[in-house]
């Protein structure tokens, strides 16, 4: 009679059992000892062995670090070249000597590309949609694992969109309006499920196609749309995710926001570059813009982008000049803000946009 050997045994066979982390210690004790590495270092730890490439690599120590508030926030800057050519960087906010470095090995395909989607969810950087001269607006999406160093194609938005809002809520990207080859419906948007790896379409009327900006605030994604030439009326909508829908933002808070902005603690703030470089404050109490304080000129290079890491607001020119500075204790030295720098590239690239990822 033929005899069969244990299924658990068999399995094993099959599987089998992860290599150790260290010889010594338990894997708990080690992960312990390991998440509390800097960032920095991460490269240096995925080449020890394979076994901590894949911790490294792996979801379980994102999600580890992260409980543990041991996570480390980096800032990645989409800007464009001299040649046109899209290019990406990265600043360790935390290191003694801060510089911008080259991320490489963006898509070939998204090089030349205008008006593309840029927005961080978990520990990825997505590249979204665009166009071109030749090339009509396109659904692809891209993204940089951060913890890989690699770049793949995910799946593709529900339609195709160039210039459009792009914002994350409640670990979902929101990809809406702009403009695209689906001219039956440009009033629309669509939501990202990572769990599902799919988008899903909507539409609403009150979405505008023209889209400049866009912010989460509140639990609600913001988005401005173009200022008439005529009346210099801002236009702005808010979505209300209870709902599903999007309603006409309030017309006080909307009348100041004419440049870059970021909320810290709830509260929204904007540069205005109007006239110099000035930092404006949403009071919410008082219902109106509050000035901040001056940007100095000798140390700022229009026009700027926005991030906000804690309560540290960056400000990034052309060239990847940056400023930064406490924004509660940034002070007042006869109306210009006390700050710090860092030195811009040799180069003149623009600055499309700024995200931050936390790993």
């Known amino acids: 009679m033929e005899q069969h050997g244990n299924g658990t045994d068999e399995i094993s066979q099959m599987k089998p059992a ?23 270092y991460h490269t240096i730890l995925k080449c020890v062995s394979k076994r901590w490439r894949q ?6 120590w994102h999600s580890y670090r992260r409980k543990h508030k041991l996570d480390e926030t980096w800032i990645y800057a989409l800007c464009r070249d ?6 990406l960087y990265v600043l360790d906010p935390n290191s003694s000597k801060k510089c911008w470095k080259l991320v490489h090995g963006l898509p070939p395909r998204t090089l030349k590309r205008k008006g593309m989607g840029f927005e961080v969810l978990g520990k990825k950087v997505y590249l979204l949609g665009g166009c071109g001269w030749c090339e009509d607006a396109t659904d692809e999406v891209y993204y940089y694992d951060a913890s890989l160093n690699t770049w793949s194609e995910d799946a593709p938005l529900s339609t195709a969109r160039c210039y459009f809002a792009c914002e994350v809520l409640d670990e979902k990207i929101y990809s809406i309006g702009g403009l695209g080859s689906n001219s039956s419906d440009p009033h629309s ?3 990202y499920d990572p769990l599902t790896n799919s988008w899903m379409f909507h539409s609403d009327p009150n979405i505008v196609p023209e889209i400049e900006d866009s912010v989460v605030m509140d639990g609600k994604i913001y988005i401005r749309c173009g200022s008439s030439a005529v009346t210099s009326h801002v236009y702005a909508v808010v979505y209300e995710p209870s709902s599903g829908t999007w309603q006409h933002a309030d017309a006080d808070m909307v009348s100041g926001w004419r440049g870059p902005a970021v909320v810290i ?3 929204l703030y904007v540069l205005d570059q109007s006239s ?9 109490e008082t219902r109106e813009w509050i000035l901040i304080g001056r940007l100095s000129s000798l140390l700022t290079r229009p026009p700027c982008q926005l991030v906000a890491i804690g309560k540290n607001i960056y400000v990034v020119g052309k060239g990847l000049s940056t400023v930064m500075f406490d924004v509660e204790n940034a002070g007042n030295m006869e109306g210009m803000i006390v700050s710090s720098s860092i030195p811009k590239l040799n180069s003149d ?11």
């Open 18 to 40: 992860l290599q150790p982390l260290t010889s010594r210690l338990p894997d708990d004790i080690a992960l312990f000892c390991l998440a509390r590495v800097p960032r920095k």
């Open 265 to 267: 603690d709830g509260t």
């Open 189 to 191: 948007w669509d939501i």
């Open 55 to 60: 911790l490294v690599c792996s979801e379980e």
């Open 349 to 359: 690239d623009d600055v499309i946009s700024c995200k931050c990822l936390s790993i």
């Open 276 to 284: 110099g470089t000035r930092l404006m404050m949403w009071q919410k």
């Open 82 to 87: 001299k040649l046109e050519r899209l290019c």
